[in-house]
T-cell receptor, first 111, second 113 residues
Framework: GEDVEQSLFLSVREGDSSVINCTYT??????LYWYKQEPGAGLQLLTY?????DMKQDQRLTVLLNKKDKHLSLRIADTQTGDSAIYFC???????????FGKGTSLLVTP | DSGVTQTPKHLITATGQRVTLRCSPR?????VYWYQQSLDQGLQFLIQ???????AKGNILERFSAQQFPDLHSELNLSSLELGDSALYFC????????????FGPGTRLTVT
């Protein structure tokens, strides 16, 4: 599929907020997802948002959706060292609900 | 632990060979997805099965094939292997055909030498 764009790397200090940005491709995407991948592990769903929503909050996570610009962001409040991982943005574009992933943003949290 | 199992964890083989990767979905899940993760291409969708039937195809090469068996486990067959096929292959499962969470297995790391 076409490319879902993410910045490749983000470094923040422990306790700060992290904001990971994503630009997706399909304006008709109904579901947009954030997945987390820790070293040596598979992907874990963090949160998702329906396209009829502008914002979704789930504990320390806030997802913002700008449909006009096809822009999705994930904010992690009070970032901890355990949040260091690769974060993938994904959209559903295929029939059957398979996902089109970005290349991932590597988040490094320093003490 | 997602409940999705994949075997083997690591596989090293030579160019031109054929390998089979196996996936067991979470109990009760009917959909299985295969993804390939490589440094240059990122995470790419290959193919999806639902209850034994092929449902969607992504960037899957003709040298690759898959199937889902009556017990719902799935196998991904990779043949005439090339160096560029070296990657992590993930299987994911979900309960059905809706926008459900996909649960990912730990992956099989394939190295082609």
């Amino acid at each position: 599929g076409e490319d879902v764009e993410q910045s490749l790397f983000l470094s923040v200090r422990e306790g700060d907020s992290s904001v990971i940005n994503c630009t997706y491709t399909d304006s008709s995407s109904t579901y947009l997802y954030w997945y987390k991948q820790e070293p040596g592990a598979g992907l874990q769903l963090l949160t998702y948002i329906f396209s009829n929503m502008d914002m979704k909050q789930d504990q320390r996570l806030t997802v913002l959706l700008n449909k006009k610009d096809k822009h999705l962001s994930l904010r992690i409040a009070d970032t901890q060292t355990g949040d260091s991982a690769i974060y993938f943005c994904a959209e559903k574009v295929y029939s059957g609900y398979a996902l089109n992933f970005g290349k991932g943003t590597s988040l490094l949290v320093t003490p | 632990d997602s409940g999705v199992t994949q075997t083997p964890k690591h596989l090293i083989t030579a160019t031109g060979q054929r390998v089979t990767l196996r996936c067991s979905p979470r109990s009760g899940d009917l959909s299985v997805y295969w993804y390939q993760q490589s440094l240059d291409q990122g995470l790419q969708f290959l193919i999806q099965y639902y209850n034994g039937e092929e449902r969607a195809k992504g960037n899957i090469l003709e040298r690759f094939s898959a199937q889902q068996f009556p017990d719902l486990h799935s196998e991904l067959n990779l043949s005439s292997l090339e160096l560029g096929d070296s990657a992590l292959y993930f299987c994911a499962s979900s309960p059905g055909e809706g926008p459900y969470e996909q649960y990912f297995g730990p992956g099989t790391r394939l190295t082609v030498t």
